[in-house]
């Protein structure tokens, strides 16, 4: 049983950044792949980026490409989701998600409550 708890969330202007963080709970947080997904009012949640269980390697969603960088630090259990050149469109909730296979897939095994995220113009 993992437990994952975001934060970092907030409001900020439109090209500002901010750096989302995840805490996952257990001594077994470097055998999941971790990823971060979001949801927009109204839309379906979607995939941000992902991370494999070293963090050798790194995927994002074609929207956040150039712009948001996941790491993760398995010595202190977490996983980072920075965020820069923020756009309008990047207003969601942020969900940190934990995977047992190499990747996170589109439907994780485990679920963080979730952190807002908006951006004003």
């Known amino acids: 049983q993992v437990q994952l708890v975001e934060s970092g969330g907030g409001l900020v202007q439109a090209g500002g950044s901010l750096r989302l963080s995840c805490v996952a709970s257990?001594?077994?947080?470097?055998?999941?792949?971790m990823g971060w997904f979001r949801q927009a009012p109204g839309k379906e949640r979607e995939f941000v980026a992902g991370?494999?269980?070293?963090?050798?390697?790194?995927y994002y969603a074609n929207s956040v490409k150039g712009r948001f960088t996941i790491s993760r630090d398995n010595a202190k259990n977490t996983v980072y989701l920075q965020m820069n050149s923020l756009k309008l469109e990047d207003t969601a909730v942020y969900y940190c998600?934990?995977?047992?296979?190499?990747?996170?897939?589109?439907?994780?095994?485990?679920w963080g409550q979730g952190t807002q995220v908006t951006i004003s113009s």
């Open positions: 257990g001594r077994t947080f470097s055998s999941y792949a």
């Open positions: 998600a934990a995977d047992s296979g190499i990747v996170v897939t589109t439907t994780p095994r485990y």
């Open positions: 991370v494999t269980r070293s963090g050798g390697s790194t």
